[in-house]
């Protein structure tokens, strides 16, 4: 699943096209004018993740309402849909940790009979989905990820 031919690594919004500078992204940033975003940086950073953490199989980094902003997923994984359940999930999440006095949310974990399912806090904004197959070092992911998770949101509020 790690054959570069079988990734795809991309902005996945429709208005968006990759060519290797900074792009403008509006979905639940509209409220701010406009800002540009690094697409090579948050690939970058997304690669390093997949790559430093045995186990990853595929990343995708959403806004907070379910827009996917970009992907480094196999062809057979849908971003779009992917962003849209990680949204709901940490959602829901969040509310019952407002709810339960457990202070702000983080992270949410899903482990499935075969593989895993993370998916990050990225400030207020935005969230980090992390795909990993059933060998996935959990304590790992949750490790690397924390720095990851720091850069990418500096990537974004620059």
Do not use: C, H
């Not at 940490?90 to 593989?115: C, H, N, P, Y």
């Amino acid at each position: 699943m790690n054959d570069a031919a079988d990734r795809r690594f991309l902005p996945v919004s429709k208005n968006m096209l990759f060519v290797g500078r900074p792009f403008v992204l509006r979905s639940v940033f509209a409220n701010w004018d406009e800002i540009a975003v690094d697409f090579e940086a948050l690939a970058g950073e997304l690669r390093s993740l997949r790559e430093g953490v045995a186990g990853v199989t595929g990343t995708v980094l959403a806004a907070v309402d379910g827009i996917p902003i970009i992907a480094d997923s196999a062809d057979d994984i849908d971003p779009a849909k992917i962003s849209a359940l990680a949204a709901a999930d940490l959602g829901i999440a969040r509310q019952v940790a407002e709810m339960t006095g457990k202070g702000a949310l983080s992270q949410t974990v899903a482990f499935g009979s075969e593989d895993y399912l993370a998916v990050y806090a990225v400030g207020r904004l935005a969230l980090m989905v992390v795909l990993g197959e059933k060998g996935l070092n959990v304590g790992r992911l949750l490790f690397e990820s924390r720095p990851v998770i720091e850069r990418i949101g500096a990537i974004l509020a620059a």
